[in-house]
């Protein structure tokens, strides 16, 4: 039940009484919402990955009721950029790269199709049970859906060798990897810890492991030298499972029956397997029980990711981990109530999404603003000594930008982001020392240079050869199934973001922006600002700009003046951080 609390606006929801009732075991309340300007570029950086533009910020701010903030909110969940910003969430997870990986690591020729199916789901607001129903067993439960195959090259989407010798190995390695990766990306499980031996800490044993990977052994069907895109089945009958001995493909052991880890079975009933014409059914049957209304697992997890998203760190820290040595959540209630209010409004993520972003958890400030009151002050002050981690949400959570979301931005404030959607993934120019040292077809450039400048969702993902920029801050390598990207700060970020041809081509371009928008260099001033940051500068900041482009100029303001000055507004940690 919603824990109530007095004295909460009338426009609070369930999420803001669970928040303030643990707020108040340690005599803390929310935090006053920010200022709207901020909100909505928080709303647009965490739902779309870009920035509102000035004229959508200043429609915003033209409204001031409630209403408006609905809107915005609905607006950008109804941007098609909501998908291509959210799906690189799901492709962390799905391990997704363009290549094979290792020494030789081939082109897959139709990989980009299952990103482009996840983003057109993801837009369409699919529900969360028929998107795993899909992934896990589409060629089963939508044979007449041509979409209905793509979907299953989430359980492929890892590294693979299909030009070893032994194909058995390479079967028995993409066989483990596909089952580690749904444990933990779909029941926040680490049975892959359980692939040579019983699970340490975890009640998971070796033959939980394999019952579960006996689920899909009948549709992972090898041949040399082909990458292994989609799951299929060649016939309702599959060999005899076993555990293999101390994780040895050569050393098949005890005899297992496909059926999920038993920690997530209390009442030990088998799983409800009935073969279909063409198929076994084990992971029709699997992925029924997956999204099941008695088994609450799969949605806590994926609650746990969207909270995660929203606020850079999950209720539990741990998304992938729900076991023994994952991190406990800091509002348990709250997750058991999110899971089952997921199942409730029919799995849609957008409906979450709205929830969540219509909360006053989520609007409270992340700053204190230099106009602060006394009381302000100190309530802030012991937010900061009691909360300093910001666990218990006293505040919201200042949190980085991706490295695609900081591209996306760049080229969206400078005019030269190219909005095309779907296709094969996009080769754009490397830098001449990188270029030097790869070999022959590892990254040829896409001809046409337009497409150099679309969403950083459609740059080509080659797993052995990470894009600068992505690189630099933190993109997982897609060897593995990635559930927290690390958050590095480091020199090369600074350099990257200072010396490259990419930073240099877009401050040119939005120093050019800038100079048509304006004719003094207070009006300039003004645009990159809220071009970049979505405000406008304050006195200090004012005078400080004029100064510099006037220095830079001997007095009169030019384009090449204000390139460097773009250049030093893109490299702020405001414009690379969710405020």
């Given at each position: ?418 909005e095309q959607r779907g296709g094969p993934g996009i080769r754009p120019p490397l830098p001449e020392e990188l270029r030097d040292t790869l070999l022959k077809n590892q990254w040829d450039v896409t001809e046409d240079a337009s497409q150099h400048d679309r969403r950083s969702i459609y740059l080509f993902a080659r797993r052995n050869l990470r894009y600068p920029l992505f690189d630099a801050f933190d993109r ?104």
């Amino acid at each position: 039940a919603v824990p109530v609390q007095a004295d909460l606006p009338a426009d609070a929801n369930p999420i803001d009484h669970f928040i303030t009732a643990r707020l108040r075991e340690t005599e803390l309340n929310l935090q006053p919402p920010a200022d709207r300007s901020v909100l909505l570029r928080r709303l647009r950086l965490t739902i779309t990955g870009v920035p509102p533009s000035p004229e959508e910020r200043a429609a915003f701010l033209a409204t001031s009721d409630e209403h408006g903030w609905e809107d915005a909110v609905h607006d950008a969940l109804q941007s098609p950029a909501y998908g291509e910003r959210w799906a690189q969430h799901w492709l962390d997870l799905a391990r997704f790269a363009e290549t094979d990986g290792f020494e030789h690591d081939k082109t897959r020729q139709d990989a980009w199709k299952y990103r482009d199916w996840v983003i057109e789901a993801l837009n369409a607001d699919m529900p969360y049970d028929e998107f795993l129903l899909r992934q896990i067993a589409g060629d089963e439960l939508f044979a007449d859906d041509s979409d209905g195959l793509i979907a299953t090259h989430f359980c492929l989407s890892g590294p693979d060798m299909p030009d070893i010798n032994s194909q058995e190995e390479r079967r028995h390695t993409l066989l483990n990897d596909l089952t580690g990766t749904v444990g933990a990306s779909v029941l926040g499980l680490q049975v892959a810890c359980a692939e040579c031996h019983d699970h340490k800490y975890d009640p998971i044993s070796q033959a939980d492991f394999y019952r579960l990977r006996a689920i899909f052994e009948p549709a992972v069907n090898v041949e040399k030298n082909k990458s292994l895109s989609f799951l299929k089945e060649k016939s309702a009958t599959a060999e005899t499972a076993h555990v293999m001995v101390r994780g040895d493909f050569r050393r098949p052991g005890l005899v297992v029956d496909p059926d999920v880890p038993r920690i997530t079975n209390p009442g030990q009933r088998p799983l409800a397997i009935e073969s279909l014409d063409r198929s076994t059914g084990r992971r029709a049957a699997f992925a029924r029980w997956l999204t099941a209304r008695d088994n609450p697992l799969t949605a806590r997890v994926i609650v746990n990711r969207v909270w995660q998203h929203h606020f850079g760190v999950g209720l539990s820290e741990t998304p992938s981990d729900f076991g023994v040595m994952g991190v406990i959540p800091s509002h348990p209630e709250l997750l058991d109530w999110l899971a089952l209010w997921l199942m409730d409004h029919g799995w849609q993520l957008k409906s979450l999404h709205r929830l969540i972003l219509t909360s006053q958890t989520w609007k409270q400030r992340s700053f204190l603003p230099s106009g602060a009151t006394p009381s302000e002050r100190e309530a802030w002050n012991a937010a900061l000594k009691s909360d300093p981690k910001c666990v218990l949400l006293s505040r919201y959570p200042r949190h980085r930008l991706e490295g695609e979301a900081i591209r996306d931005s760049m080229l969206f404030v400078s005019g030269l982001l190219n909005e095309q959607r779907g296709g094969p993934g996009i080769r754009p120019p490397l830098p001449e020392e990188l270029r030097d040292t790869l070999l022959k077809n590892q990254w040829d450039v896409t001809e046409d240079a337009s497409q150099h400048d679309r969403r950083s969702i459609y740059l080509f993902a080659r797993r052995n050869l990470r894009y600068p920029l992505f690189d630099a801050f933190d993109r997982p390598s897609a060897n593995l199934s990635c559930p927290v990207r690390s958050e590095s700060t480091t020199a090369p970020q600074a350099l990257e973001q200072l010396n490259s041809d990419f930073s240099r081509r877009v401050s040119e371009a939005l120093a050019h922006r800038v100079a048509s928008g304006g004719s003094t260099a207070t009006d300039q001033i003004g645009l990159a600002f809220r071009l970049v940051l979505g405000r406008s500068p304050d006195p200090e900041e004012l005078t400080a700009s004029v100064d510099f482009l006037e220095a830079a100029a001997d007095h009169a303001v030019t384009v090449d003046a204000l390139i460097p000055f773009c250049l030093s507004l893109l490299n702020v940690s405001e414009f690379l951080e969710v405020e």
